[in-house]
């Protein structure tokens, strides 16, 4: 049999894509990003150089402070700039960029590390959310699962979206008036796209060869130290391809990115199944709240007969207690996304659930509380307080969510209350709080039960960091003599390491926490 005439091969359809990690042609539905128009690509290597340059200069070497604030409003404005004239803004998402400013700032207002850190990822998550609402996505409306798709597709846009910008190498000698500049504008692209490139193997074969390092530093005669402009081109390089790759994907979104997809489920839980789940549940937690109450809320009175100290006793039941109210909560949170229908009874038994989850929590804080009165304020009571207040917070949305059969927006409500609690915690100020009630708590003897333990924990608040130096110095000649003794040492050391770290840092790690300290650590008398 004569064999059959080749046939050429058809070109993919258009739903499929080039998986820019893999480079291999996947069916991965419709494309996410379209084809980028030259001028737009040019725009974006330029922005994502600028960006990469105006981070390391910030960033490197620099303590966090304002710093944050001007790269989080340099981000947003890049995105403004590359944003497409056809992506519809939501009027809900109008809270996520004066949000991600709002949590930036605070970076420069408070010098709590805990803090520090927690704010930092805060603004940056926020600055993501705000990129992709400009971009057309729903963030707020969103569901979970469209919030974690969008997260991953962000995700790997920002580690391979650069990869994407070829059509800004292209048509730049179609240019009019383009002639001898036509053929000079191709070099100029090529050497923008290399830079970053560049700019990250130079630096990393300069830290591996001190020959290679001290040839290129001659020949660039930088008044930079050696371990210092490999780095700064490192984080230029790297800072400038993820910024690229975000703003590939804003620039190029297609509608496909902003649906709000649900996660499909090949099986989904029955409705009877998962109430006899949180029947079973709720008799536990309600035999256990009913049976126990007395050891529940115990006071002075169950610790004399269970003879357990103050810290036997909070610490047995506390962590405990909140554990249960977090697994209560995920329970809840799990089943309203795999349960088939929504019953009637079903609500109620996962509102029953909640409230049960109530006094459980109740007594976690009264734990916590009577723990305090005893011993005095930590930053780890502090932020468990916190943590504690905002699980009450999620039990009393998720009420309402349940009942209201508007669960979908469960996860959402927890992250907004999270925001809220958060923006409390920072203005204030887990450090000067615990500093100014141990304080008072010293000089106050009636604030201390018969059985607590009085005095002042010098040595612990002198490990706290700048937010605390203004009330330390304040209460100063106030303390003890052996408290002045062990707080005024610290205090010096303390002023001659912030003046130390004041000379050797610039303008970009400008921290009001650390400035207020500095400046009262100056005027102090010497002890």
Same mark, same amino acid.
């Given at each position: 049999m004569a064999d059959e005439p080749t046939r050429p091969l058809s070109p993919p359809p258009s739903h499929w894509t080039v998986v820019p990690a893999a480079g291999k042609v996947a069916l991965n539905g419709p494309p996410l990003v379209r084809r980028l128009d030259a001028t737009v690509a040019r725009r974006i290597v330029a922005i994502a150089l600028l960006m990469g340059l105006l981070g390391q200069w910030l960033l490197v070497g620099q303590a966090a402070g304002i710093n944050v604030l001007l790269w989080t409003a340099a981000i947003l404005l890049s995105a403004l700039l590359v944003r497409p004239r056809d992506a519809t803004f939501d009027r809900l998402d109008a809270w996520l960029p004066p949000a991600a400013l709002v949590f930036a700032a605070l970076v420069a207002v408070r010098a709590d590390e805990t803090l520090l850190v927690f704010d930092t990822l805060t603004a940056l998550t926020m600055t993501a959310a705000s990129i992709a609402a400009l971009g057309g996505v729903a963030v707020t409306r969103r569901s979970l699962g469209g919030l974690l798709r969008t997260a991953v597709h962000g995700t790997s846009f920002a580690l391979g979206g650069s990869t994407q910008l070829r059509p800004a190498l292209e048509g730049v000698s179609e240019l009019p008036h383009a002639s001898a500049?036509?053929?000079?504008?191709?070099?100029?692209?090529?050497?923008?796209?290399?830079?970053?490139?560049?700019?990250?193997?130079?630096?990393?074969?300069?830290?591996a060869d001190g020959v290679f390092a001290s040839m290129l530093s001659r020949a660039l005669d930088w008044?930079?130290?050696?371990?210092?402009?490999?780095?700064?081109?490192?984080?230029?390089?790297?800072?400038?391809?993820?910024?690229?790759?975000?703003?590939?994907?804003?620039?190029?979104?297609?509608?496909?990115?902003?649906?709000?997809?649900?996660? &499909?489920?090949?099986?989904?839980?029955?409705?009877?199944?998962?109430?006899?789940?949180?029947?079973a549940t709720d008799l536990v937690f309600g035999v256990f709240v009913a049976i126990q109450a007395a050891y529940l809320f115990g006071g002075i009175d169950t610790l004399a007969a269970s003879g357990m100290t103050y810290s036997e006793y909070a610490r047995q039941g506390f962590f405990e207690l909140v554990a249960v109210a977090v697994l209560a909560g995920g329970l809840v949170l799990a089943l309203e996304s795999i349960v088939r229908d929504r019953?009637?009874?079903?609500?109620?038994?996962?509102?029953?659930?909640?409230?049960?989850?109530?006094?459980?929590?109740? &007594?976690?804080?009264?734990?916590?509380?009577?723990?305090?009165?005893?011993?005095?304020?930590?930053?780890?009571?502090?932020?468990?307080?916190a943590a504690i207040l905002w699980l009450g917070a999620c039990v009393a949305a998720g009420l309402v969510a349940v009942w209201r059969d508007q669960s979908r927006w469960l996860a959402n409500a927890a992250a907004i209350l999270g925001l809220v609690v958060a923006l409390g915690v920072n203005i204030v100020g887990p450090q000067a709080f615990v500093a100014w009630e141990n304080v008072a708590r010293a000089l106050d003897p009636s604030r201390v039960p018969a059985d607590g333990l009085s005095g002042l924990d010098a040595t612990y608040l002198i490990g706290l960091g700048d937010d605390a130096i203004p009330v330390l110095v304040a209460a100063y000649p106030r303390l003890s003599p052996d408290d002045r003794e062990i707080v005024g040492e610290?205090?010096?050391?303390?002023?001659?390491?912030?003046?130390?770290?004041?000379?050797?840092?610039?303008?970009? &790690?400008?921290?009001?926490?650390?400035?207020?300290?500095?400046e009262v650590l100056r005027n102090a008398s010497p002890p």
């Open positions: 500049a036509g053929r000079v504008r191709p070099i100029v692209t090529g050497l923008l796209l290399a830079g970053p490139v560049v700019a990250v193997f130079v630096a990393l074969f300069a830290v008044r930079l130290d050696l371990a210092d402009w490999p780095l700064r081109l490192m984080v230029w390089g790297l800072l400038a391809w993820v910024v690229a790759g975000v703003l590939v994907l804003l620039a190029g979104a297609t509608k496909e990115v902003a649906r709000d997809r649900p996660i &499909s489920l090949t099986r989904r839980l029955g409705t009877t199944e998962a109430l006899t789940l949180l029947l019953t009637h009874w079903y609500r109620i038994a996962a509102m029953g659930l909640l409230i049960l989850t109530a006094p459980i929590l109740a &007594s976690a804080a009264y734990r916590l509380a009577l723990y305090q009165h005893a011993y005095g304020w930590t930053e780890l009571r502090f932020y468990v307080a610290a205090l010096l050391e303390r002023r001659a390491e912030s003046l130390r770290m004041d000379a050797a840092s610039g303008w970009p &790690s400008w921290n009001l926490g650390r400035e207020r300290a500095l």
